[in-house]
């Protein structure tokens, strides 16, 4: 490697997507992936026959050049899906998004979440909001709070909606209209859909990696092999395979706290800047089963009563990810950033729930059961996040070094934000070259 080169750390859908530029511009690159294989969270597990995602992956197109290129990929191995997603709240089903599906739940919930709908519509006072817990009550009221919002986000992100910032809602929140609202009250809403998700893409054959695999089919993917320690003075990365990687200009996609762990001189700022950003983890259990056992594509779960957030239906996503006639599920729980789950126990109580949800019948249902940690899963955004990230991101930038991607960039990206954020870091790594 020469001191011109572009060093990628990281082979997710980020550092694939800046290679691939790279390729395009000619302009030589090394790419470092710590696993044995591409993909990061958009690689597939196989266990006797079933396919298991970390968690739902499902495609959700918003830029026509990344549809048209991961069509072309699959090249008609697709499937169209429209949304069935639940929430299970009050011992009731109702249809996502809550805040425009209250049809089925008790008639003191709804009546509290419509009337405080309107106290917000209606509200004159709107400062701009500074916590996501007002955010959610100017959007949605304080009853709909009550009831999904605020629980289900202490559940998920573990941590009450009044400690974060107004970015945590975001373009992933389907906002509410009183007109619909009441409709969605009055009746239940079949053909009403909403939101970024309204509907998906997921690859008929072989899970979510196939795009992996497809985007990737030409690469040089260095695997097994972390970086480990940077030294940005000499622009020198070191690996676990006891290698010095030279470069000139560094694209890393690993989580933005790792990057700057490895860093060995750094200002003593930017190491408590990093200190301070929070994440959390998810346990998934994926549970492959010896029948169908539910039309719904996922289900929230903003009560207590059940330890995980969302369960989803891979078989529903594509019949093809169960040997025939079977089932599956997956189950996320959350947990706090370096802190431990107790593992068994929680399997135990999927098992559980399941049951009394009437998902199986016992264990005996159960054929497979295949665990996936993610140690970063969901960037949280709490009251010095956006400073913190802007004080080291502009450090590193005047290292030359570039970070992208869901954890690399600290954002709430999807897979395509993924794989575009990481297209434009070759574009802005191509115009300091002059290429
Ligand atoms: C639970 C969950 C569900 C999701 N569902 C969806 C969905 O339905 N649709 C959607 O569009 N998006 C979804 N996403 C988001 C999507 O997974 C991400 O946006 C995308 O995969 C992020 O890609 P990335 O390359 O930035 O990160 P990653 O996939 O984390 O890739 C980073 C890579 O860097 C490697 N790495 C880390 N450190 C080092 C090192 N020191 N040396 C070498 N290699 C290293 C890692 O092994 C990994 O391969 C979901 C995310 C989660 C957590």
């Known amino acids: 490697m020469n001191m011109d080169d572009v060093l990628i750390i990281g082979a997710g859908i980020t550092g694939i997507g800046a290679a691939l530029r790279m390729e395009e511009l000619k302009i030589p690159y090394t790419i470092i992936e710590k696993e044995n294989r591409a993909g990061g969270l958009c690689r597939t597990e196989s266990k006797g026959g ?67 709908y309107c106290d917000s519509i209606y509200s004159y006072d709107k400062p701009l909001p500074e916590t996501y817990e007002d955010w959610i009550i100017q959007n949605f009221g304080k009853g709909i709070g009550k009831h999904f919002f605020i629980p289900y986000t202490k559940k998920m992100l573990k941590l009450h909606p009044r400690l974060l910032l107004p970015e945590t809602g975001g373009r992933f929140v389907p906002k509410a209209n009183l007109e619909g609202m009441l409709q969605g009250a009055l009746f239940d809403q079949k053909k009403y859909q909403m939101g970024y998700n309204a509907n998906f893409f997921y690859p008929a054959y072989g899970g979510i990696e196939t795009i992996i695999n497809g985007l990737t089919s030409k690469m040089k993917v260095n695997t097994d092999e972390k970086v480990i320690e940077i030294d940005l003075k000499k622009r020198i990365a070191k690996t676990s395979k006891n290698r010095d990687l030279k470069f000139r200009y560094l694209i890393s996609t690993q989580p933005l706290p790792e990057l700057v762990n490895s860093i060995t001189s750094k200002p003593t700022e930017i190491g408590n800047c990093s200190k301070r950003l929070n994440w959390i983890s998810i346990f998934d259990v994926n549970f492959g089963l010896s029948k169908k056992n539910c039309n719904k594509h996922w289900i929230y779960f903003p009560e207590k009563e059940f330890s995980f957030y969302r369960i989803g239906f891979p078989h529903n996503f594509s019949k093809n990810v169960t040997p025939g006639g079977c089932g599956s599920v997956y189950i996320e729980t959350s947990y706090k950033k370096n802190s431990k789950i107790n593992k068994d126990a929680c399997i135990g109580k999927c098992v559980d729930d399941m049951v009394s949800l009437k998902l199986i019948d016992n264990d005996s249902n159960i054929k497979e059961i295949q665990t996936i940690d993610i140690p970063y899963a969901y960037v949280i955004y709490e009251k010095d996040t956006l400073s913190d990230v802007k004080k080291i991101k502009e450090y590193l930038r005047k290292n030359d070094v570039f970070t992208a991607g869901r954890f690399g960039g600290w954002e709430y990206f999807s897979m395509e934000d993924s794989f575009i954020d990481g297209q434009k870091t070759g574009d802005k790594v191509r115009d300091l070259l002059n290429v």
């Open 50 to 116: 079933f396919l298991f995602d970390y968690t739902g992956h499902l495609l959700h197109f918003k830029n026509a050049e990344f549809k048209k290129r991961i069509l072309r990929i699959l090249d008609g191995n697709i499937e169209h899906r429209e949304r069935n997603a639940w929430i299970f709240s009050n011992t009731v089903f109702t249809r996502y998004p809550f805040q425009m599906n209250l049809y089925g739940l008790p008639e003191n919930v709804i009546i509290e979440c419509l009337l405080h």
